[in-house]
């Protein structure tokens, strides 16, 4: 029941602005209240879950406890606007503008090219900014971990980082120019070297070898304005007058939820008591996400944010006690500050609870995220509850009828996200205990991302020791994530109690932990044998650790090098946390190139600079039409199923309903889909997770969400088919099936010296842009006239598939895309799933109607990069060479075509990678699955042809014993040679990026330390890989070669240019506008375009397959040679006129100042019965080189150095094309190495966020990355001699999967395993722990298959 209280006025301030709010909604969050009702639209949405970032805003208010005013970051997606009652929320619009002045953390990201498609960039900008105001001298450490919550999915981190440590007091920059960012004083050697090193990228270097042509210059830091803290805005006087004066309870009532904050604790008690189901909520990270994600409603909220027995902290005898309200920002300061006070004996649990917090989520998550809640939440994997529970804190619980102490011990969580607290009772603080001398402790976690990753086991241990001996007097091991509750291994710990700390012990203990620490191979979560291995891995770190410290503590020796074998002591070395080193080296222009010419010059990105202030707009940041009404999809919850019916019932009963659009809604055809196999609405039949059912359409995004929740569909039961093992089973495909062959296999095989086989799986990978699929329709009134604003790089197929469904001619349906928040492939074709649907609903009302899909929808619905399966077989010479191959491949295509013939098509004219196979034969099959339809993705297929090309090739070199980049490179292509499907390779440059990257990368030198390190070191292992790629340029369907451009001259001279490409981040538009510009002859700034549009230039070719600069690039100078050619009487006529002067003289003589452009790539073609034909103008190559090193116990690794050495011709732009190369290869870095898509074997999506599905982070970028554009390579076949760039380097990232191995392989030696062996992409640390054959495996075996139900599929 409601509380029967009147509802107050919210009172806080955004931007220096009161705001006053006399109905705000308990369930309204921040975000939503900043761009729906205030029309900030800077502050963006990416997930709704605080796992990406993009919502960062910056909160400050008075701290009573600290006395001073205080900022901090947070997620605006989870914070509840109800909790800024009097305090000031600053937003990337508060800080700098356009319009006046860019703050200089919004220029630097900007001018260092660290906004590419700008979504996450806002975010970002916030989370340095709180940090400057904190903290005006930051260290590059705290630069870098300062983003843990923070995501971006298109540059690759590196530029953001090289802007950014511009503000780090241990950067220095000395100010010449030839030794700017990149040379070894802006690394973290701390000054110019002065030749010493001669490193790449060595200032001192470039002058002796060629000073005029090489530069690492792509930004200048002395153009950066300083920051000046004294000029930041105030904070608000008024809410600085309110700091002593007492509050009053407040309370706040919405359509369903009511919240309470009451200012005593006996007043919140009272209300506990009165309302026992009432929700606490502090950070509102669990809660948020609760009822956000999960649609749990909460109808009475209290907030204890007033209460001050629940924020304090008190040092006492025994520990250090603190409130349960306090962040984890604040306990983190608070022990680091003990830490480095007090004896280090002492504070053992104190340095644990730091380790974990050390990955705890981001900043913006740990500034709000309360200690209580963190216990109350139960989780199982919780980070923090082990560590309380193995050290046994004290917790102070209090209700009405009074206090208790309860200790967190095994009997503390009774079950699932339950604990021993009663309904009434609330947890008012916590006391983490000293440790005293004879008592160690540690924690542990391992996640699959090390930053901002919950994690996948979790531990905390304690072990007392009799005075002055090694025998275990007491101890305890605790446990998350391996039951429904965090454990305590009992039995293991009793059976230890009074033995020696040694060998015995820990083969023992290996042994009941195995025993104890067991899990159902069914068990929620997956991963078994890897928990299971862990929970021993931690206990054999803890041994050492403990041995190190105790025989010290024993003998006095602090040599830790004799304390332990010194092999054995890489188990407790953490990773080097260095901050990111890099030199990025282009081409400069020609001595001589006029200043204007802007083409060749790394131009920052047009946009970045609006992106930085939060200014650009995106499809959902159209501000809402006065009628406006929100669609949210119904998807299918059953794979494959017969829809029995559609009960709208309770949904019609939410407030703010208007109806339910399905197929029998649809004027035109409900058939759809690239290749009409797919309908708008399920038509009786749904064939996936997710498939669209209907819409619910409603007034307000919150009640389409609702309402749609409340649509019962019954269904009745079909059998699907999931995986690819079960399509090829059911000889589920699509057809035609592919075929490539050349020479003679057979005969290949039988003049072979080995032959081996061999199979390897590549998991799907989730597009992830940071803004989800987004459309608004809006019905024109007149002859079915509609015109659509949508995130899509496919206006045309958008125009085409809804004119189709509403049964009007394309000339009716305008489709208008101003710029997309990343597309990478995801945007081509599965956008109109939604712009289809939109246009219907809008149809059907008559009204506009928007869409943005929430996180989970964009993930549930709309398909990603096919997985691949590849079987091998391999004959070669004992030198390595290749003499013979067969592949076959799998994909599942799921349950459209789609795409899914396309990308095999590619996977097969890329089974080669780079190498030169006389007998060649490559066969490709799309399974036909319930999934939903995988679809385009960067490198389209190429990848996986090219990964399973790897895997043989890395079968060959573990073979034959050889040196792997001895045999990849036996087997390069030469200029001239005919690929597997006889196209020439002309222009080869490939032999030259590998010599240069083997040089750049110190490659033999780096492997000789490598092989001393493994020598040295039992359980850290280093790898390196040095790893080819060609990638060839052009659609493979022919006829999408072409591109369009218009080119409209105004009479004051200025130029609104249009062409067929979207802009998604990839900087398309600036490169059109520099070829424009040095067309025309005129300044960059006279020329702008808007949008990309179906009324400007029709019929246009997706944005994809790298082509579009290509095509698009060539049609604009065509238009533009045009314009110039009308323009030539002028120009002769008055040859020292200005541009102005010839444009307004033409215009009065009534020549046209507009003009066309077109464009194809002729020549191409290929015919799979012949093998012969063209089917690429030409390829990229690149060559990049990798090093890493793994934890063989944890299966953690980390990437230390990677050189690429890239052919992108004679580069438009080296900015975005260094800025596109790093962004391809971070993002393959993800496919490769950490995200993993898991499935039901119901074929049910459970990886829907971030949380779940880590892509990299700022942390997992290798700490040197290095990338140089080769030089002199201009390129015939492409405007201005450049050459594509989009997805070509993707593929490099494949050089971090072969080190990895190639660690393994020196961990796995360890246990003689020195045979080729099978790993799966992506290497996550299950498949790397995995890997690492050991004594602690071999305890935890695997259950057999087909015993039991996993709890996940490979699909
Ligand atoms: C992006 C993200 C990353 C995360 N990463 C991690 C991680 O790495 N490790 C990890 O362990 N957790 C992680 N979490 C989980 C979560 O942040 C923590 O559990 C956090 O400490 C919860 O605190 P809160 O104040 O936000 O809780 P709230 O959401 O406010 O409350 C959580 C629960 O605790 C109850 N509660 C809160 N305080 C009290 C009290 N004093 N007495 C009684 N009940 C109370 C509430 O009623 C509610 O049921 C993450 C969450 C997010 C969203
Ligand atoms: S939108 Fe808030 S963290 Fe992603
Ligand atoms: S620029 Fe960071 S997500 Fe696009």
């Not at 369903?256 to 309302?275: D, F, S």
């Not at 969580?413 to 001398?437: D, Q, V």
């Not at 899909?853 to 010479?877: A, C, S, W």
């Not at 390069?972 to 990257?997: I, M, P, S």
Request: hydrophobic share 35%; glycine share 8%; with cysteine.
């Amino acid at each position: 029941m409601a509380p029967e209280m009147k509802t107050d006025q919210l009172v806080f301030f955004v931007n220096g602005k009161k705001v006053v709010e006399d109905n705000v909604d308990p369930e309204t969050t921040l975000l939503v209240y900043l761009r729906r009702k205030l029309g900030l639209h800077g502050t963006k949405l990416g997930c709704g879950e605080g796992g990406c970032g993009a919502c960062t805003v910056m909160i400050s208010k008075y701290d009573n406890f600290q006395k001073k005013i205080v900022h901090y970051s947070v997620n605006a997606c989870l914070f509840p606007v109800c909790a800024l009652h009097h305090v000031a929320v600053t937003t990337v619009e508060g800080i700098g503008s356009t319009k006046t002045r860019l703050h200089p953390v919004q220029e630097r990201i900007a001018k260092s090219h660290g906004s590419q498609c700008g979504f996450c960039t806002p975010g970002i900008v916030m989370s340095m900014y709180a940090l400057l105001r904190n903290r005006p001298d930051p260290n590059m450490v705290e630069i870098a971990e300062n983003f843990q919550g923070n995501l971006c999915r298109c540059t690759g981190y590196r530029p953001i980082l090289q802007g950014y440590r511009t503000f780090a007091k241990d950067w220095s920059y000395c100010g010449k120019g030839i030794n700017g960012p990149g040379c070894c004083s802006t690394a973290n050697s701390g000054g110019c070297c002065g030749g010493k090193d001669k490193g790449p990228g060595c200032c001192m270097n470039e002058k002796e070898d060629n000073a005029a042509m090489v530069s690492s210059v792509l930004f200048n830091p002395a153009d950066f304005q300083p920051l000046d803290p004294t000029q930041e805005p105030i904070f608000p006087p008024e809410l600085l007058m309110q700091k002593d004066k007492p509050q009053e309870q407040l309370c706040f009532k919405g359509e369903r939820v009511t919240w309470i904050q009451p200012t005593t604790l006996e007043k919140l008690l009272a209300l506990k008591a009165q309302y026992p189901n009432a929700k606490l909520v502090v950070g509102n990270t669990e809660v948020g996400i609760e009822m956000t994600l999960k649609n749990m409603l909460y109808p009475v909220i209290i907030s204890p944010r007033w209460i001050t027995e629940m924020t304090f902290i008190q040092h006492t005898e025994e520990g250090i006690i603190f409130g349960a309200a306090c962040t984890l920002t604040v306990v983190e300061v608070v022990l680091k500050k003990a830490v480095a006070e007090l004896p280090s004996y002492k504070t053992e649990v104190f340095q644990a609870m730091l380790d974990q917090l050390r990955w705890f989520a981001g900043l913006q998550i740990k500034n709000v995220a309360s200690l209580g809640g963190n216990i109350m939440t139960a989780s199982p994997i919780s980070d923090l509850n082990p560590v309380f529970m193995a050290c046994g804190s004290k917790l102070t619980v209090v209700s009405n009828e009074g206090r208790r102490i309860v200790r967190m011990d095994e009997k503390f969580f009774t079950g699932y996200r339950k604990t021993a607290l009663k309904p009434n009772e609330i947890l008012l603080s916590i006391e983490i205990p000293y440790t005293k001398k004879g008592e160690y402790f540690s924690a542990f976690q391992q996640a699959t991302r090390r930053e901002d990753d919950i994690a996948i086991v979790t531990c905390g241990m304690r072990v007392l020791f009799q005075e002055g001996t090694n025998q275990v007097q007491e101890i305890k091991l605790s446990y998350g994530g391996m039951a429904p509750t965090t454990v305590m291994a009992g039995n293991t710990c009793q059976k230890l109690i009074g033995r020696e700390w040694n060998e015995n012990l820990l083969q023992e203990a290996c042994h009941l932990l195995a025993d104890e620490m067991n899990l159902s191979p069914s068990a929620p979560g997956g991963m078994v044998d890897f928990r299971r291995t862990l929970t021993l891995s931690f206990f054999f770190k803890f041994y050492l650790t403990v041995l190190r410290k105790l025989n010290a503590h024993l003998t006095g020796n602090n040599n830790p090098g004799e304390l332990v074998a010194t092999r054995d002591a890489s188990a407790i070395e953490v990773f080097h946390e260095d901050p990111v080193e890099n030199v990025q080296l282009f081409q400069e222009v020609p001595a001589g190139q006029l200043v204007e010419d802007m083409v060749g010059r790394p131009l920052v990105h047009l946009s970045a600079a609006k992106q930085a202030c939060g200014e650009a707009v995106y499809c959902d940041d159209i501000p809402c039409y006065e009628n406006e009404l929100y669609l949210t999809l119904v998807t299918s919850t059953k794979a494959h199923a017969k829809v029995l019916s559609i009960d709208t019932e309770e949904a019609e009963n939410v407030p703010g309903f208007v109806c339910f659009v399905s197929a029998t809604d649809i004027p035109g055809s409900n058939v759809t889909g690239i290749a009409n196999d797919e309908t708008v609405f399920a038509d009786n039949i749904v064939t996936c997770v997710g498939h669209i059912i209907g819409g619910v359409i409603a007034d307000t995004h919150e009640h389409s969400r609702r309402a749609a929740q409340a649509v019962k569909i019954q269904y009745e039961d079909l059998t699907p088919i999931i995986t690819i093992q079960e399509a090829i089973k059911k000889k589920s495909f699509y057809k035609p099936s592919r075929k490539i062959e050349k020479g003679n296999v057979q005969k290949g095989f039988e003049e072979s010296d080995h032959i081996v086989e061999g199979e390897m799986y590549i998991g799907g990978q989730e597009h992830f842009y940071l803004e989800t699929h987004c459309t608004i329709a809006v019905p024109k009134g007149e002859d079915g006239e509609m015109e659509l604003f949508v995130s899509t790089q496919n206006p045309t197929k958008t125009q085409d598939f809804i004119a189709n469904a509403l049964g009007v001619p394309a000339n009716r349906i305008l489709v208008r895309v101003k710029r997309m928040g990343g597309g990478f492939g995801g945007k081509e074709s599965r956008s109109t799933l939604v712009s289809t649907a939109v246009a219907v609903a809008a149809f059907k009302t008559g009204r506009p109607i928007r869409c943005m899909l929430d996180r989970d929808e964009d993930m549930l619905i709309t398909g990603g990069r096919h997985p691949f399966l590849g079987q091998y077989k391999v004959g070669f010479m004992k030198n390595g060479k290749v003499k013979s191959l067969e592949v076959l491949y799998y994909s599942n295509g799921g349950n459209s075509e789609d795409l899914s013939l396309a990308v095999m098509d590619r996977a097969l004219f890329h089974m080669d990678n780079s190498y030169n196979i006389p007998n060649i034969k490559g066969e490709g099959r799309v399974c036909k699955t319930n999934l939903p339809s995988n679809t385009a993705f960067r490198g389209f297929g190429g990848p996986q042809g090219m990964m399973i090309a790897e895997s043989w090739m890395n079968d060959v070199i573990l073979t034959c014993g050889l040196p792997a980049e001895q045999v990849r490179k036996l087997n390069l292509y030469n200029e001239g040679d005919l690929t597997h499907f006889n196209q020439k390779l002309e222009g080869f440059t490939l032999k030259r990026c590998w010599e240069q990257c083997l040089e750049n990368s110190q490659y033999h030198s780096r492997r000789q330390i490598i092989d001393v390190f493994n020598r040295q070191n039992r359980w850290k292992k280093r790898g390196i890989a040095i790893i080819p790629t060609k990638f060839g340029i052009s659609f493979t369907l022919s006829f999408l070669n072409q591109g369009g451009a218009l080119v409209q001259v105004y009479t004051d001279g200025s130029v609104l240019l249009t062409h067929g490409g979207t802009e998604m981040g990839q900087g398309l538009h600036t490169k059109m506008i520099q070829v424009a510009s040095k067309t025309l002859g005129i300044p960059i700034a006279d020329i702008y375009i808007s949008e990309t549009s179906t009324n400007t230039v029709p019929n246009t070719s997706p944005t994809a397959a790298s082509v579009s600069a290509d095509i698009n690039g060539m049609a604009v100078f065509n238009a533009c040679r045009t314009i110039l050619k009308r323009l030539e009487p002028y120009k002769s006529s008055n040859p020292k006129g200005s541009w102005k002067d010839w444009v307004g003289k033409a215009y009065v003589d009534c020549v046209s100042l507009s003009a066309t452009g077109f464009y194809r790539i002729s020549g191409l073609g290929y015919d799979y019965g012949k093998n012969e034909g063209n089917p690429f103008d030409y390829f990229s190559y690149g060559v990049a080189c990798s090093e890493v090193e793994i934890d063989c116990l944890t299966g953690d690794h980390k990437n230390l150095r990677t050189h690429i050495v890239m052919d992108v011709g004679t580069s438009l732009n080296p900015a975005i094309d260094i800025g596109q190369i790093e962004g391809a290869f971070v993002q393959g870095l993800g496919l490769f190495t950490l995200e993993e898509l898991r499935y039901s074997p119901e074929g049910e999506l459970y990886s829907r966020g971030p949380g779940a599905y880590k892509i990299p982070a700022f942390g997992d970028i290798p700490t040197e990355f290095h990338v140089s554009l080769l030089r002199d390579c201009p390129n015939k076949k492409a405007i201005y001699a450049s050459k594509a760039v989009g997805e070509p380097p993707l593929f490099l990232s494949a050089s971090v999967f072969y080190a990895i191995k190639d660690a393994i392989f020196a961990a796995r030696a360890e246990s003689h395993l020195m045979v080729p062996f099978r790993l799966d992409s992506p290497a996550t640390p299950e498949r790397i722990r995995n890997a690492c054959v050991d004594n602690f495996t071999k305890l935890c075996p695997s259950a057999k298959p087909g015993a039991f139900k996993p709890w996940s599929v490979r699909v």
